[in-house]
């Protein structure tokens, strides 16, 4: 650590009034762990220990912690200009960014609308996909399919078309006209697969299904995360995302690509499209877009996309849509200094060239205790734990406790440890990754 992390925070002495999100609210009020500084590849915690991250925060950090660079770029711009608006008004950072955002993104696909989180990012790719239908006219195409198991963020439409009971169940019948593709998580077939499983592909076909019964002329796009990361690290079969591509281009209907986990650098490449060659009509950003220095989401579409609202509107606003912060000055900042940061280290590929060092340490816990599969690519790890009797998610809970106990921050989803540490990790820091889960794995009953 370069320099040390403070911890002159003062402690509050009143947890009640925090509603915290997706949180157990009471168990956390009564054994409370607040992470108090952070650099690089490490948290402070209030009792004052290092917590190596594991996770990147909510895999967001991928430059890690308390870049110098970013901090002095929210500064300056702070001091310059703290907010403007973008609507019928402009900021040169949002331009700017825009620009070298495109200059990363894949071809063709050039034009970003900015928003504030992964969220509003999804919810603005489907609303720009079933605009676009109608303005190019296709008007009837207003079925969005998502996929079981996918997350997608919290709002209307995020939830809509992901596929997580407990996020659904709650909040009534949400958007009408949306199907869901199976998900492709198969243990008798995949089980402890180093990298992408043979096995799966054909499960893209059941958007044939889709198109079958409801006729491709009422579906306007098709949502999935390349990788999908907060149901487990479900990785996808050998080519099934560029069959889910062939059957999209065949009907007309739109991909869209939730790369609010899997964009920056997490493959080992800018963007997942670009480690699968399969390159979506429609991206979702977050997370790494800014280091989650600044909250920013971005949706980045095809050329086309864009060109054809211009061209469909002679007069006016193209788009009713946006957010009082798309394009915030000290968002734009932080992007701008965090694409420095990922350029000059070479954090966009770096996770490349750690990938087989990673892939080992994980699967060297195949035999640990509990342990029923384990998942890899890039520098993403799942570990599937047989979850304990009548107690489904106990054991993966139990571990976490553990492991934060020994200096080690994991994530839990359901009985799967999710793991996706900061991308300037050295394989030091995977050895004790893999060191802190097997000694939890073998503590935990
Ligand atoms: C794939 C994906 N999409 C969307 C989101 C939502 O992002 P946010 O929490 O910034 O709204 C997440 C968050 O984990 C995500 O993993």
Redesign the pocket.
């Known amino acids: 650590m370069n320099r040390p992390i403070t911890t002159e925070v003062a402690q509050p002495n009143d947890l009640e009034a925090f509603w915290m999100p997706f949180t157990a609210n009471r168990q956390f009020k009564s054994a409370p762990r607040m992470l108090v500084g952070a650099k690089d590849m490490h948290y402070r915690s209030h009792d004052g220990r290092d917590i190596l991250d594991g996770t990147a925060g909510?895999?967001c950090c991928n430059a890690g912690h308390g870049r110098e660079e970013i901090a002095s770029a929210i500064k300056a711009q702070a001091d310059t200009m703290d907010y403007a608006p973008n609507f019928q008004m402009g900021n040169p950072l949002a331009f700017e960014f825009a620009s070298r955002i495109a200059e990363i993104t894949p071809e063709g696909m050039d034009r970003v609308f900015f928003t504030n989180?992964?969220?509003?990012?999804?919810d603005t790719a489907l609303k720009i996909a079933l605009a676009y239908q109608r303005v190019r006219g296709e008007g009837t195409r207003t079925r969005l399919v998502g996929r079981e198991r996918g997350?997608?963020?919290?709002g209307f439409g995020?939830i809509s078309v992901g596929g997580i009971v407990s996020n659904r169940k709650f909040f009534g019948p949400l958007l009408n006209g949306v199907d869901h593709l199976p998900h492709t998580h198969d243990l008798a077939h995949n089980a402890h697969t180093r990298g992408q499983p043979e096995w799966g592909a054909h499960l893209a076909d059941e958007l044939e299904r889709l198109v079958a019964l409801h006729d491709a002329s009422t579906i306007a796009a098709v949502i999935v995360?390349p990788v999908a990361?907060?149901t487990g690290v479900l990785i996808p079969p050998v080519g099934y995302l560029k069959r889910l591509r062939e059957i999209c281009d065949k009907h007309g209907i739109l991909l869209i690509f939730?790369e609010?986990?899997t964009g920056f650098g997490r493959l080992g490449s800018p963007f997942a499209s670009e480690y699968f060659d399969v390159k979506p009509d429609i991206m979702?950003l977050?997370?790494g877009l800014t280091n989650a220095a600044v909250p920013m989401?971005a949706v980045v579409c095809r050329n086309e996309i864009y060109q054809t609202f211009v061209d469909a509107t002679s007069d006016g606003i193209e788009l009713f849509h946006g957010y009082t912060y798309s394009g915030h000055p000290l968002a734009a900042a932080a992007g701008i200094a965090t694409l420095d940061v990922y350029r000059d280290e070479g954090l966009l590929e770096r996770g490349a060239e750690l990938a087989d060092y990673w892939e080992d340490g994980m699967h060297s816990l195949k035999d640990a205790p509990h342990v029923i599969d384990i998942r890899n690519l890039g520098i993403i790890g799942g570990i599937e734990l047989e979850p304990r009797e009548g107690k489904p998610t106990a054991r993966a809970v139990d571990c976490f406790t553990d492991c934060y106990e020994n200096g080690l921050l994991i994530r839990t989803t359901g009985d799967i440890i999710a793991l996706s540490p900061p991308l300037i990790l050295e394989t030091s820091h995977i050895d004790r990754i893999v060191d802190t889960i097997s000694g939890a794995l073998k503590r935990v009953a």
Not at 117 to 122: D, P, Q, T
């Open positions: 909510l895999w989180s992964g969220s509003e990012s999804v997350y997608h963020g919290v995020g995360e990361g907060s939730d609010v986990i979702t977050a997370k989401g």
